[in-house]
Nanobody
Framework: EVQLVESGGGLVQAGGSLRLSCAAS???????????IAWFRQAPGKEREGVSC????????WYTDSVRGRFTISSDNAKNTVYLQMNSLKPEDTAVYYC?????????????????WGKGTLVTVSS
């Protein structure tokens, strides 16, 4: 079973940057490239929302409107790790950020049907 471990969360001032990492393992005989990896977040009292997604299935990346231009998703196949570089952070970016994966998933339309989930990492942006 695919396992996902997030890291890199923390406390940062508004306007600052953080880089989240999602280390993936246990691909059930498939390759890292067979999986789309997405980032979600859930703020206190709010529903979980998709933030970004990357997939080699359709060579796509996807961002929700509120982070486009500030966040960048990337992957390191040698390390089986996906990163989320977050710049120009705002207090409204405060949330628990989760990494998720789905096999043979195309990200062009956004991350909606993810199968595997990490436990999350907390990002707090102070004003």
């Amino acid at each position: 079973e695919v396992q996902l471990v997030e890291s890199g969360g923390g406390l940062v001032q508004a306007g600052g940057s953080l880089r989240l990492s999602c280390a993936a393992s246990g691909f059930d005989g498939f390759g890292f490239d067979d999986y789309a990896i997405a980032w979600f977040r859930q703020a206190p009292g709010k529903e979980r929302e998709g933030v970004s997604c990357v997939s080699r299935i359709d060579d796509s990346t996807w961002y929700t409107d509120s982070v486009r231009g500030r966040f960048t998703i990337s992957s390191d196949n040698a390390k089986n790790t996906v990163y989320l570089q977050m710049n120009s952070l705002k207090p409204e970016d405060t949330a628990v950020y989760y990494c998720a994966a789905a096999r043979y998933y195309a990200c062009a339309g956004g991350p909606y049907d993810m199968t595997y989930w990490g436990k999350g990492t907390l990002v707090t942006v102070s004003s």
